[in-house]
């Protein structure tokens, strides 16, 4: 069966750091996709990226970038300079293209001024 | 931009009672969703819709759970007899196509007092 874990519960980060959130995933399929998403305080869910399985390249959006490397079955996220509005949960889903999404546990950001 | 809304944004019930949470999905998707998060945990699969009916359903969508779509808007999770653990806000989603990005709307939380 299909599995996502996070293992970093929580992380406090000072603003302007750096930060890596890691995701691993569990699978046997050949084609899947891979997801992010945050939660600020408000509690909804935030899109962030998709990932299919066949591109691995690493993707960049303003200060967030991703890095997906199939070898370590890894899809990291990283926020560049981080600030304050970036606390929040992250979560890491997978999608095999079967009708649902597999959450990993989250990782709680605290983001420090 | 479309979304996908929730309604009540939060509902308090007595154990035992039956409760309907109400979604409306964004107009040209497909593919219909239910999770829920119970607090600080993590999101978990329900069940998705597709063509009017059931594509998927987790072990936590046992028969005191339903889902309708009544009308060519509306997408409905109906809770028979709520249980204590039942208390959990509940994200009903959306998509366009298998596998794609999916859109959360912004959650019920459901109290079962």
């Known amino acids: 069966a299909q599995k996502v874990t996070q293992a970093q519960t929580e992380i406090s980060v000072v603003e302007k750091e750096d930060v890596t959130l890691d995701c691993v995933y569990e699978t046997r399929d050949t084609t899947y996709y891979l997801f992010w998403y945050k939660q600020p305080p408000s509690g909804e869910l935030v899109f962030l990226i998709r990932?299919?399985?066949?591109?691995?390249q690493n993707e960049i959006s303003g200060r967030y970038s991703w890095n997906f490397q199939k070898s370590t079955s890894s899809f990291n996220f990283t926020i560049t300079a981080s600030q304050v509005v970036d606390s929040a949960v992250y979560f890491c889903a997978y999608d095999s293209g079967t009708y649902k999404y597999i959450f990993g546990t989250g990782t709680r950001l605290k983001v420090l001024a | 931009e479309p979304e996908v809304t929730q309604t009540p944004s939060h509902q308090v019930t007595q154990m035992g009672q039956e409760v309907i949470l109400r979604c409306v999905p964004i107009s040209n998707h497909l593919y219909f969703y239910w999770y829920r998060q119970i607090l600080g945990q993590k999101v978990e699969f329900l069940v998705s819709f597709y063509n009017n009916e059931i594509s998927e359903k987790s072990e936590i969508f046992d028969d005191q759970f339903s889902v309708e779509r009544p009308d060519g808007s509306n997408f409905t999770l109906k809770i028979r007899s709520t249980k204590l653990e039942d208390s959990a806000m509940y994200f009903c989603a959306s998509t366009p196509a298998l596998a794609g990005e999916q859109y959360f709307g912004p959650g019920t939380r459901l109290t079962v007092t």
């Open positions: 990932r299919n399985s066949f591109d691995e």
